[in-house]
């Protein structure tokens, strides 16, 4: 059984830094990537059309989002089962809930976007990200 579990969320001034921690079980990290998502509050949208911020695919290599490169990292822990998500300069734009996502995934190269399977439905409850001017 798939479980995700997230922390490390806060409230911080902007330029302040966190560290999210994504503990996850149940799934073979060599054939299932892990992502790093977020969904600002009061925007609704399902759950697969949240923002791509970071992954580990399955070869262990990190990948972030082009705009956010500069500003966040993410890396994993395989002992600890955990992967980790960086994020420093915050900004009041960073405000959002984050979740980890487990599923099928693959990286265009010639875009370098990550394309994710269509089911994309293991997922965290959440941690929120509060960034104060």
């Known amino acids: 059984q798939v479980q995700l579990q997230e922390s490390g969320g806060g409230s911080v001034p902007s330029g302040g830094s966190l560290r999210l921690s994504c503990v996850a079980s149940?799934?073979?990290?060599?054939?299932?990537?892990t992502g790093w998502f977020r969904q600002p509050p009061g925007e609704e949208r399902e759950a697969k059309e949240r923002?791509?911020?970071?992954?580990?695919?399955?070869?262990?290599?990190?990948h972030v989002r082009g705009s956010l490169k500069d500003r966040f990292t993410v890396y994993q822990d395989t002992a600890k089962n955990t992967i980790y998500l960086d994020m420093n300069s915050l900004k009041p734009e960073d405000t959002a809930m984050y979740y980890c996502?487990?599923?099928?995934?693959?990286?265009?190269?010639?875009?370098?976007?990550?394309?994710?399977?269509?089911?994309?439905?293991?997922w965290g409850q959440g941690t929120m990200v509060t960034v104060f001017a």
């Open positions: 149940g799934y073979d990290y060599h054939t299932y990537c």
């Open positions: 923002e791509g911020v970071a992954v580990i695919d399955r070869d262990g290599r990190p």
């Open positions: 996502a487990t599923d099928l995934c693959y990286r265009n190269e010639t875009s370098g976007k990550m394309n994710w399977s269509d089911s994309l439905d293991a």
